[in-house]
């Protein structure tokens, strides 16, 4: 098979099965984390140290404050979340966010990730997930473009030669041409925030559990956090499949 069958052969295969990776690298990052909670050296704390969780977290909110402003403005039946029928794109997206780097959601994502995987406190499990994310998107990247090029052709090649596929370029930002969307964003982003809270209370409670036992419950702020988006999602779960938010 030549190589750029092949790596558009893993993007779609990978596309498709793009839900399943956080739950991979949720697992390691968590393990990760609580094998340095349990070889921790005590040291006194600083700035950094101190704040360091609500600074994973600014990181996970950048990323999805940019899912929000890239969804809020696409047209209907663009990719989003879908994984069951691959790619989808009835029009070409170059203004908003996509006049800045081609694949604004995946810059989204990886931002969101970033801020877990900094979660564990490892450098090393930080770098890993970089190069880990470079080589799994790469190839989504490549499907998604291949599908889009057999689509749209000229417009499409003209387009990326001004527009970075990852590394934003600010100099070439253009209005968006769809108005905001409140309704399309509730539908499609409210994953993202409650994944966020839970995650963050998910390695304190861990954390807890390695040092008190699994007795030990703390109702702190990434508990209320939790329940708080879990209820919101709940609602919005129940808005969407009585079509409320169509």
Request: net charge positive; proline share 3%; with cysteine.
């Amino acid at each position: 098979m030549a190589l750029h069958t092949e790596m558009q052969t893993q993007g779609n295969f990978l596309f498709r099965n793009r839900s399943y990776l956080p739950i991979i690298f949720l697992t390691i990052g968590l393990g990760v984390y609580l094998f340095g909670e349990y070889n921790e050296v005590e040291t006194s704390e600083n700035f950094i140290s101190q704040y360091f969780e609500y600074i994973c977290l600014s990181i996970c909110l950048l990323g999805l404050l940019i899912r929000i402003k890239t969804v809020g403005h696409t047209p209907p039946k663009t990719s989003g979340r879908n994984t069951k029928v691959g790619q989808v794109a009835d029009e070409l997206n170059t203004s908003g966010l996509y006049s800045l780097v081609r694949h604004p959601l995946y810059v989204g994502n990886f931002f969101m990730w970033l801020g877990v995987a900094m979660l564990t406190e490892n450098l090393w499990f930080t770098i890993a997930f970089i190069l880990l994310y470079t080589i799994y998107y790469e190839r989504i990247m490549y499907a998604e473009e291949q599908f889009l090029i057999a689509k749209f052709g000229d417009r499409y090649t003209d387009w990326s030669k001004t527009t970075p596929a990852f590394i934003p370029h600010f100099k070439n930002y253009r209005k968006p041409k769809y108005p905001f969307n409140n309704k399309k964003v509730i539908k499609k982003e409210k994953n993202g925030l409650v994944a966020i809270f839970v995650l963050f209370w998910l390695f304190e409670w861990a954390s807890d559990v390695l040092e008190h036992g699994i007795t030990h419950f703390d109702f702190n702020g990434w508990f209320y956090s939790a329940i708080a988006t879990s209820v919101l999602y709940l609602i919005l779960k129940i808005m969407k499949k009585r079509k409320m938010l169509n």
